[in-house]
């Protein structure tokens, strides 16, 4: 159990668009979804915490104008990145239940 | 605050002998889990092995075994008879009751045929 798809694995924007990611729990459902950000050679950080059909959490120093977060239903997840910089570049990967998670997707913005 | 510390960077090991991964952890609360993932350079994180704060055994998985010493607070990974795709980020985790997973800044594990 405890299927978890992650769309797109990878993505290249230019500077200025928006990226959306989704994130499908396939064989439960999940009412929290995590979400974390891994910049090259460095551990995962936790982004924000989203509870379906309420606002999402953000931890200390990410934007919540920036990363948009929809969690309208048990069983997806969106995390958008609106006006994409090059800083922005990174591997984000979800997490539904806190102990699974999502393949990931590398961002790259150019 | 730091609360999972992992002072390794980087390991390397022959292949087919054993190696520790050393993970040390702070918490105050009573219940709380450890984890143990492999990040391979595809990005995934692969569930390794778990442990309870309650268990009293240590957990194992094939080729895997938590050594855990909770008077420590330290949950090092043990990787016997090391394979050549072993090689990968080593990460230790972290989660107190109900809150997110906390992560360690990574082991590197390079095995050497």
């Known amino acids: 159990g405890a299927v978890v798809s992650q769309h797109p694995s990878w993505v290249i924007c230019k500077s200025g668009t928006s990226v959306k990611i989704e994130c499908r729990s396939l064989?439960?459902?999940?009412?929290?979804m995590f979400w974390y950000r891994q910049f090259p050679k460095q551990s995962l950080m936790l982004m924000a915490t989203?509870?379906?059909?309420?606002?999402?959490?953000?931890e200390q120093g990410v934007e919540k104008d920036k990363f948009l977060i929809n969690h309208a239903s048990l069983t997806l997840s969106t995390l958008t990145v609106t006006s994409a910089h090059p800083e922005d570049s990174s591997f984000y990967i979800c997490?539904?239940?806190?102990?699974?998670f999502g393949s990931g997707t590398r961002l790259t913005v150019v | 605050a730091q609360k999972i510390t992992q002072t390794q960077p980087g390991m390397f090991v022959q292949e087919k002998e054993a190696v520790t991964l050393d993970c040390t952890y702070d918490?105050?609360?009573?219940?709380?889990?450890l984890f143990w993932y492999k990040q391979p350079s595809s990005g995934e994180m692969i569930f390794l092995i778990y442990?309870?704060?309650?268990?009293?055994q240590n957990a194992t998985e094939g080729r895997y075994s938590l050594n855990f010493q909770k008077a420590r607070k330290s949950a090092n990974l043990v990787i016997s008879a090391s394979q050549l795709g072993d090689s990968a980020m080593y990460f230790c985790?972290?989660?107190?009751?109900?809150?997110?997973?906390?992560f360690g800044a990574g082991t590197r594990l390079t095995v050497k045929p």
């Open positions: 997490s539904p239940r806190g102990y699974t």
């Open positions: 064989d439960f459902q999940a009412t929290t």
């Open positions: 989203s509870n379906e059909g309420s606002k999402a959490t953000y």
């Open positions: 918490t105050s609360d009573q219940s709380y889990g």
């Open positions: 442990q309870g704060s309650y268990d009293e």
């Open positions: 985790a972290m989660r107190e009751w109900n809150n997110d997973m906390r």
